[in-house]
Structures are given as structure tokens and as C-alpha cells.
């Protein structure tokens, strides 16, 4: 799509930067939370550059909570691991359900769809008594089993499949590829964009999951940091300035993955010749 | 038989094969974590159960279906839910599409424009659900925003007649990002060739746009849609916190998931609770059947 | 279609991606399994769970538990935290059998673990020289059922009258209020709206419209929350009486707030705020004003009369102990050690509530303290924030529709009648 709207460039660019600042102000505004004391937060002015700015709250985090970093590890090593074995196991199914031809590829569909409509609230509970059963609370398999595949986005790959070029793997069967290898070597590498929406979803999916390791885990050393900084927030008071300091030091490795992956998006890629 | 037919059936036979490798680790792990759960809950939904201290099934069949019947509550959840439904996903949908045909075109800053965009979807909901009270505080933001051009001001958090749309701006502004990337991913297969066709065909941007781009959108929609749909649906957490887990002023924020949760954990009603959920599920697949008719997905073979 | 350009597009990248990937994977998945088996040497290990109201009472907890495993070396103790869903997560651990050997246990939700079996009863272990006496005696019902005990009250807080004394002063009022009747009076006097917009920019008190503060307004005029059999009973004409003053003074006078209409999240932060003069508060709010607005000049009263009686409610929590524990022994030393006159004289200081223990609130002079004095006398006449099993249904129902009332959309008296019924039916099912 080149120029779509030529004329109409600058009201585009309004538009966006307006869209941009609503979404920018709320982020700014926890940011510069982050800097405030806790009195300052509750007086209730809506100033953006704090009156006294202060370190304390980021301090403060990682001294008072000396298992923060242990925690940021947990959390880091779970959501790794779960984005890639989602990224394997998502893409395969979803493409043996757009692509390939198998008795009951209708019905799985469906029941895929209809556990995606189950809330999470309910099946906490069995779920819980099954781990339970195989020995997996407090332990990293725990968070991570359960998880490795995940229904919506076996869902979104594929709807992405079926839009693929049958072309490319017809040429690639002629050229006595199989299934699999086809799979490998061809349609995956081809579909980057929806990979790399795909990473982003579940990286950030698995590092803000907070029902899930909040019943499976119960070793503080085993939290991820969404249980762990639960713990900022009292029972009758909340401390915003805590809170706020640790979900940027949160925030800020989902963004950056997003960012990374981003450049998928802008890349491109095609699938037909004339542009290489 | 011919040596072809021979052929052919060996190849579906292989073909068949390998679909069902592709879907061994999905079949396992759903089986298990999702189906298995699922099962349960189905079977418990028709029974009275104790789970805590002295575990008790006791059969009771059909009571608990029976029981929503009489339950206003289940309606005025459900017409709440509905209506949060349908306003939301339609809306989100589209700015989600417009936000992702802006990115996609090629102007200077998109980039940064991306990463500003989906702010909101990588900011802990702790955080977004202050800084929305925050914003919606009768001296917040947005009221004085809204008396800065003469609008009249609300009651965001207090009033329950606009708190359910405050919650439905939050859901949408949170949300739309997160489809936006979709939308992004799936911009990029539109093969540029059919566009380079249209062109020379003297296509116009916007006739692009109807005949190329947005047919091309439309399994990526469909999932988009899906998913919109069952995310509303599953509303609970704004209404939690909004509510303070009683879905009030009067049921204004009743939605079916915090009734669901009530019933499960404030008053250990599994049974009940599970049977309400099967309820759900019932409508969300009806709803999720018609919408596929409409979108009128191609099958397979 | 030419397939050199696949190819080429495939050299760089998927073969190595994958395997670069799996074996990072693996690495990984083995790395962490390793991470698990590490630590198995510790000679008992018991779990004790709660939440914490904050980080310096945690460390005076941390202090306490450090102390305690000092006096007994072969006892270690796990804490845990949890400040979100605390109940679902232990009534689900419950479930599952691997819910903690102590934790904390709120008074309004005792009755239905009592009930079910789940919780170890304590008689047996207490000995004489425990002083179980020394418990105010209130809070030892709350955790008694058929004669046994099940927990032990490890602090409390009753609520009390809040007021801003700079504003009372401003408004010319000595003396906070004594009866109801004053206290309409009075917030009618502290409502100012000094630039006239009709929005007052500072109400005279603030008022959480939730059953746990307003239970006692319900029993001022001898109304009842429940009946005998569990089931809900508030919306006769005595129990609506006291609630109607509130939807008075919030709709008729508009001399009082929700924390939402002034734009607070809760009445604390509004009283802190200076946009309300008065709020009816527990300990808890005490450390928080003083540590957040310490420019605020405030003072603590008893709740004012109603209906020429003391009311007011009173919270408390207790430590329980899991029937399924493995190590019951230890855990009860833990119990014992954290509720001994010691244990709690070292971490009852933080102020955040009032201890159990009436020889403890004596030592630490509570009763004496000018701001505390109002809270510890309250233990005497206050309302346990506790029923039936059922009182979680019918609270939900209870805040649902008296809300509803408060801001006009209903009469009081119906609003009431459609909470009971709805509470009433659910009740009736779940039997």
C-alpha cells in the first residue's frame, strides 16, 4: 500500500498524534509516579513533573525486597520458555488445521474453540487438583506445561494459514518435499509477522499471568513478579509509589520485546516475486 | 483398482498422518490442562458439591439448571454482559483495523507511533485500573477536559449509569492496541502483486482497499471478532475492582463471570457455579456459529 | 512461481533459528530443573501465610519469626505473602491439600472453615501458663464453635470518629460530636463549598456504604442482620431506621461523601485530602494519615451514640492452623510464640491495630494513647464483623442494593427488601 490517502496525510498525522497522546499521557503519568512519594501520589494533584523528585521508590524495591531479582529470573525464564514452545506447537496446529487435510480437523477446530470460551476462574480449580496430582506445585513445569499451548492463538495462526499461497507448498511437494518439511522449511520462515505478533501476545501473556502462579506457587523463591509485587499492595493501604516504581522495572522487558519484534511488522515480507 | 486411486489413498493416508503429528503436543497439553478441567466441570454442574473439608458429590441432576431459571440475577447478568458485548467489540474492532491500515502506510515515525499505540497492552493492570481512577475521579482528567470545552461533567467511578461505559472505554482503549498488532502481522502477507494488478486495472486507493485488502482480512477478522467476543464475555475484572466483587449499585455491573466467581469462591457453590458456566458457553458458541455464517469462512476442501 | 526465492529466503532463516532456539530451550528447561532440587536439607520447614498491611510491619514480623527460629533451631519458618485474593487462594490450597501450616483467618469468613473441618482445634495444646484469660473474650468467640477453639486472635481494630480538628475549629466546633443527632448537625456546619460552584469542596464526614462498617447501624434500633437459621433479615423497619439516616444525610443534606465523590479511592485518603472533616476509621488509619499527610492535624473520638446507645464494630484476625499440617507441634509453637505476651508486645507496636492480649494493650499504654483510647474502648460495646457461613451472600447482596438506595434510585426500604429476598433464595438453593 503505498500513499493510500494522498491528499489526506495531514489529517492522518492529527489523528495519530491525538491517538498517540491518549495513550501516552496515562504511561507518562505512572512514570513520573514512579519518581513521587507516596504523600505527594495521595495529595491527589494531577502534575506530571513531580514537586520532589525522588529515587527512594526504585531503592526501596530492590532493598526492602531481596528477592525481587530472584523474582525477575523466575518470571523471565518461565515466559521464554513458554513463548517458544507456543511459537512450535501453536504454528503447527494451526497449520495442520487451515492446511491439512485429516478426519476430524472440523471437529478439533470446534473444540478448540469451545475451550477458549471457558473462563479461567473455572478451570483454575481442576487444573490445580491435577497438577497436584502430578506432583508439580511450586515447580517451573508447573507454570509452564499448562501453558505451553495456548487455543487462541492455535486459533489466530490459523486463520493466518489459510490465507497462505497454496502455490509455494504445491511447489514444494512437487519438489518432494514433505509435510513436514514443507512445514519447516517454507511456511514457517514466511510467516514471520504472525510469529512475531504471536511472540509478543504470549511473552506478555506468560509475564503478566498472575491467577495461575498465585495458586501453583506458594515458595516465595519460586514467584514470578506479578505474585511477588502483589506484596506492595497492603491490606488497607496501597503503595502507589511501589507500585508504580516495580511495574516500570515490570513494563519495561515486555516493551522492549515488543519493540524488537516490531521491526517484523515494518520489514514485511512477500511471498511473490518482483520485490526481493 | 487403479494405480492412481491406489496412490491417492496412500497420500491422504500420509496426509492424515502428519496432521495428526502436527497436533499430538496441542491434543496432549489441551487434554489434559483444558479438556480434562472442562470434563470435570461439565459432570460437576449436575451434581451438589463439598469440596472443602469433607469432599461430597451427591447427584442432584438437573437442580442446578433448574435453579437458573429462577435467578433474576443470571438475567440481569446477561443483559449486561450482552449489551457491554456489543458495543465494545464492534467499536474496538474497527479502531483497531483504522489504527493498523494508519501504521501500515508508509509515513515517517510509524514506527514510534506503534510503540506509543501499544503502551496500554504491556502496562500492568494494577496500574492501568489507577491510573483509569485516576482519569475518571470527579476532579480527574477527564472532567476537567470535559468542562474545559463545556461538557457536562460525571461521576466516572460512582455514578453506575456511566460507570459501565467507563469501563467499556477503558476495555476498548486497552484492547484495541492488542488487535491493531494482528491486523499489523496480517497486513504484511497481503501480496503486493494484487495491489501492483489493481493499479494497473486503474483501481483507485479506496477500491484497493474493498477488493483487495479487506477480503484479505477477512479470516484474521473473524478471529479478531471471535476473540473481542469471548474477552467481553469474560469481563470481570474492571467490574470486580468497580464493584468491590458485588457487581452493584443494583446489579449495574452484574456481568456473568463475577457471578460466576461469586458463586464459585464467595459461596463454594461449585455445582451452581460450573452449571452457570456451561450456560455461558452455550451462548458465547452460539453467538461465535452465527458470526461464522456471516463472515462465511471458506471451508476447507 | 520460482522456488530459488523460497530457498534463498530460508537459508538464513528458519534451520538455524530452530535449532538455535531448541537447544536455548532445552538449556533452559534443564537449567531450571536443576534450580528446583536445590534446596532439601532443612530440618522442618512449616509455612505460615497472611497478608501484610505494610512493608514496616513486615519487617517486625520478619524480626519476631527471626526470633523465634533462634529459640527453636529446628524449626524453620516459610512466609508467604499474599495481598490479592487472599481467600480463594487458601480456600483452593485448602482443596488441594497443600495449604499452609498457619495462616491468617478473618473473623467473618471462621464460620464456614470451622464448619467444614479444615482447621486443627487448639484446646488440646493450650497450656496454662499460656493465659488464654488474657484474650479479650469477644475475639475468642469469634473463634469458637461446639466448645473448640480454632484460632487465636492475633490483633484487632474497632472503628472509630476521625475528625479534622482544624476544620472543627474553622467551624467553630469544640467538641466533636456525642450523639447521631450532633454528628447531622455537625456535618451539615463543616459542609463548605467556598467558590460556590453547589459542589461542596469539602464534606462534613465520609461514609463507606459496605456491610462491614454499616453492620452496627443496622443494630442500633435492634434490627438484625440474620435469623436463627442463617438467613438474612434486615429489612425490617428497626434495621432500616439507622441506615436510613445515612441515605438522609447523603441525599437530603448532602453533608456526606463516597470516597468516589470527591474523587478519593478510599475515606482515609479523603479525610487525608482534607476534602471530608470526618470519617468513621480503624487503627489502621492511623499510621497511614501520620506517615502520608503529616501536615494533617486530626483527632479520634468514639462513635457517637445512636439511639442513646454505643455502637460501633470491630475487626479482627486470628492464627489458624491446617488440619492436614505435617508438623502440628511446630506449628503450634509458632502460634503460641507469635501470640505470647512477648511475641506480641514486639510487633503490636507498628499501630496498625490494637493487640488481643489485654495485659499487651495495657503494657504498650493503648488504652491511654489519646488517639487509640476511642478504639480500645470500643472493644467493650463493638459488633464482631462475623455471622453465619452465609454472610459472604449476604453481604454481596447487602452492598449491591444499598448503593442503589444511597444514590437515589430506589427507596431505602425497598432497596433492603430485594437484598434480603435476593440473599434468601440464594441461600435457600445452596442448601
Redesign the interface.
Known sequence: ??????GS?KV??I??IL??I??????I??LSASFKSLAEISS?G?NFIPNSFTFDNYKQIFLQEPRFGRWLFNSAIVALIVTF?NL???S??G?????????G??F?FF?????????????L???FL?LKSLGWLNSYQGLI??T??N??F???MR??F????KELEEAAALDGL???ET?FQVVLPLAK??L??QT??IF?GSW?EFLLPLVVMSDPDMFTL?IG?NAF?GQYITY?NY??AA?MV??LP??AI??FF?????Q????????S | MTLKSEFLKRR?I??????????T???I??G???????L??IVLAFHSV?????VSYRFTGLKNFM?IQ????VAIALKNTMQYVAIVVPIQTLLALG?A???????KG??L????????????????T??????Y?????LN?VLSFFSLPTY?W????EVALRGIMIMNI?ATA??FM??Y??????????L??AASIDGAT?WG??WCI?LP?LR??T??IV??GI?GT??L?DQSYIF??????????T?TI?LL???Y???????G???AL?LV??LV??TV?IIQRQFFG??R?? | MDLPLWRSQVRFGMKNWVSRWTCFGLFLLLFSCQLKSRNANAPIEITLSGWQSNPNESKLLASVINDFEIKHPNIKVKREVINSQY??VI?TR??GDVAPDVFYLEAFEAP??MK???LEPLNAYITPSYDLADFEPSLLTAFQQNGKLYGVPKDFSTLALFYNTTAFQNAKLAQPPKTWAELTQHAKQLTVDTNRDGKPDRYGMGIAP?LPRQLFMIQAFGGRLTDHNNYASFATPNAVKGLQLLVDQYRRDRTVA?P??????SNSEAFGQGKIAMAIEGAWAIPYLKETFPDLKFAIAEVPTLNGKKGTMAFTVAYVMNRQSKHKDAAWKLIEFLTSKDGMKSWATEGLALPSRQSVAAALKYDRDPLYAPLATGATYATIWQSGETL??V???F??????A??G??PLKD?MK?AQD?AN??IY??N
Open positions: 500500500m503505498k500513499k493510500p490517502f494522498h496525510i492522518l498525522y489523528g495519530l491517538y498517540g491518549i495513550t501516552f499521557i496515562p504511561f503519568w505512572a491527589g494531577s514452545f512450535l506447537f501453536n503447527m496446529a497449520y495442520a488445521l487451515a492446511r491439512v487435510r485429516f478426519p480437523n472440523q478439533l473444540l478448540i474453540l469451545a475451550v477458549l470460551v471457558v473462563p479461567a476462574q473455572i478451570t480449580l481442576p487444573k491435577i506445561v499448562p505451553v499451548v487455543a487462541t492455535i486459533f489466530m486463520q493466518f489459510l490465507n497462505f499461497p514433505n509435510r513436514f512445514f509477522p504472525a512475531a505478533a509478543i501476545f506478555m503478566n506479578p509485587l499492595k502507589w507500585i508504580m511495574s515490570f513494563t515486555a516493551l515488543y519493540a516490531n521491526r517484523y511488522f515494518i514485511g515480507v512477500t511471498f511473490t516475486g518482483g520485490k | 491422504n500420509q496426509e492424515a498422518l502428519s496432521g495428526y503429528l502436527f497436533m503436543p496441542t491434543l497439553v489441551l489434559i490442562f483444558l479438556v480434562l478441567p472442562v470435570y466441570a463439598n469440596l472443602l473439608g469433607e435453579r429462577g435467578d433474576e440475577r489504527l491500515l494508519a501504521l501500515n502506510a508508509k509515513i510509524r514506527s507511533f506503534r510503540v506509543a499505540f501499544f503502551l496500554p497492552t504491556v502496562t500492568s493492570s494494577a496500574v492501568l489507577l491510573i483509569f481512577m485516576w482519569i475521579n470527579s476532579n480527574g482528567l476537567n461521576n467511578l460512582g455514578d453506575p482503549w492496541p492488542l498488532v494482528i499489523l502481522a496480517a497486513l504484511q502477507d497481503v501480496p503486493e502483486s495491489y501492483e486507493g484497493k482497499f485488502t484479505f479470516p484474521v473473524f478471529f471471535v476473540m469471548i464475555f469474560q470481570f464493584s468491590n466483587g458485588s457487581g452493584g449499585p443494583n446489579n449495574a452484574l463471570v460466576i466467581y461469586q464459585a469462591f464467595k459461596n463454594l457453590d461449585m451452581y457455579a460450573l458456566t455461558l458457553a458465547i458458541m461465535t469462512e471458506e476447507l476442501d | 481467600m480463594d480456600k485448602l482443596i464456614m472453615l467444614s473441618g479444615v459496605e463516597q468516589s465523590d470527591v474523587g478519593a479511592n459472604p451472600t453481604m454481596t447482596s452492598d449491591n442494593q444499598f448503593i442503589s444511597l444514590l434510585q430506589q432497596a430485594k435476593t433464595r440464594e438453593w445452596s
